[in-house]
């Protein structure tokens, strides 16, 4: 089971009812549970848009599109059934933060998306957990069958005539291209999951063909806490265009991992230094993914940076997922690349060439360069096929497997060059696999 | 819904199955969720399963096959009963995950996605699980394991084993 992490300089809005046994539905009710919603109800679509634009809150799924904004794109008057879609198919390496959600606060994620729903006029949500969440899912349908039964779900919810919500919920079976929003519908529509090109939007066109609004379980859970705060408090947590906080995964070679929930624009030096205790056994830091597998990597001295969404950007990487993995110096960037393009080349989903041929191409030759039979070549090669996947693919799974890519081969092209003049790491990670031998049998 | 006259599932699932196949705007988005139950309940989705489904359904067993096909965690062959899941990605490669499958390929005797001789474990190198926090982890069925060293791994298993009659 997960252990909860605390830490003084935390702020906790999202994570204030963790540890206190807020699954069951009473507590959460004594924990200020199910008011957000009736007033939401009370104060109308409008209100909640306006405060949803005013809290600054930004997707925490890892594109951080502004929240209202999104849910104002809904048009108002549509022929086809509108739909709330929560995106807890939390796949991205290095990201477990919906998990502790689901666990320590399940009704939080229902309040949100009826508060969604109301804000959109839509009557119906699905709540989409990844397949290894079966235990997860076993909470979240007693929260919801607990909501049903105190009338907080169904017709007429908290006895307001007319008002209707209901939701489903399900789980994956294990894709992580299925975390994107419009693979995510169609697995949703029991298919593959395989993306759809856009436009449409799916706030135009979404689940089965209705309007629709996808968000992910960190920012649907935040919905109740900022209607009951309000939208300018919530922003101000935060810094310029980047409002509230956010639950940041802390891992590898950190000596106290955890999910932590930091203001957005906390420092990346203070997280990995203070918050999680500094890097394991007090080697010396040598980089950080800063937000899941899919971001460019960080050098030890690109640390001195606020963790939001503007401010990764600007450093050429990104706020991801807020998945923040910590490499210490004995860590080969060989040896990285190659277990991060190993999980891309096994997840693709193949509808897509650039990505399909782009992710494989650059695994083989990163397998075989690992087992010591690169050429300087190799290193363009690798850099030369990820340059040519970005934005030529129908969803971002492709950018997602160049970028990291990119920045390994950029930032750290001397320990590529230094491999193959015959520097191996001291701890290797992955084991080499001789030239010529099968192809890696394992998951990927 | 074609009628089911004779199930393979048990009386339960059977039933759950007749509700999941209403409860959506269109039926076939029960299927993921079915498959998965199915697989539960049989060990793997059985060609007797993609049949069941389909009919369920209303769809061709071309179009469950399909669907099958695409998602990691569905199977077409028996597991062992407990299905261990080691999870090497980036956040338990850092902490040890490679070592912990090589770990369990030599106390079990098993490669990945192979099973042992007595049935009871089969073992599976996974992609990231969702508990990167409490790296190493491994899956055994659905349950998680966190933060896992060889030994406390050797404990783990050593439960499960212990369910089974002596």
Known sequence: MPTLVSHPDEVKVLSRRFGQGAANIDKYLELDGYKATQKAIAEGPEWIINTMKASGLRGRGGAGFPTGMKWSFVPKVSEKPKYILVNGDESEPGTCKDHIIFLEDPHSIIEGTIIAGLAVGSKMGFIYLRGEYRYLLNIMEKAVADAYAKGFLGKNIFGNDGVDFDIITQTGAGAYEVGEESALMESLEGKRGIPRIRPPFPAVVGLYGGPTVINNAETIANAPHILLMGGEAYAKIGTERNGGTRLFGISGHVERPGVYELPMGYSLRKAIYDVAGGIKGGKQLKAVVPGGASCPILRADEIDIGLDFDQLAKAGSMLGSGGIVVLDETVSIVEFALRTIRFYQHESCGWCIPCREGTDWIKKTLTRFHAGGGTRKDIDNVQYIAENMMGRTFCPLGDAAAMPTLGFVKKFRSEFEEYLAGARPANPLIQIQPVGEPEHAGAH | ?166
């Not at chain 2, 199955?17 to 049989?42: C, N, T, W």
């Not at chain 2, 989705?45 to 049949?51: K, P, Q």
């Not at chain 2, 369990?104 to 996974?126: A, M, N, Q, R, W």
Request: proline residues 5%.
């Open chain 2, 1 to 166: 819904m074609a009628t089911i006259t004779t199930s393979i599932f048990t009386p339960a699932t059977a039933a759950r199955f007749d509700k999941l196949a209403g409860i959506y705007p269109v039926k076939r988005s029960a299927l993921v969720p079915m498959l998965l139950y199915a697989q539960d309940e049989i060990g793997y989705v059985s060609d007797a399963v993609v049949t069941e489904i389909a009919q369920r359904l209303d769809l061709l067993e071309l179009d469950v096959r399909n669907v099958l096909s695409y998602y990691s965690m569905l199977r077409t062959v028996p597991a062992g009963k407990y299905n261990v899941q080691v999870c090497t990605n980036i956040s338990c490669m850092l902490r040890g995950g490679f070592a912990l499958l090589d770990h369990c390929k030599h106390t079990l005797g098993i490669g990945h996605k192979e099973t042992t001789p007595d049935g009871l474990f089969s073992l599976e190198e996974v992609e990231c699980i969702g508990a990167c926090c409490w790296a190493p982890a491994v899956q055994v069925n659905y349950d998680f394991h966190d933060d896992l060293t060889p030994a406390k791994m050797d404990a783990v298993l050593e439960t499960y084993r212990a369910r089974e009659p002596r």
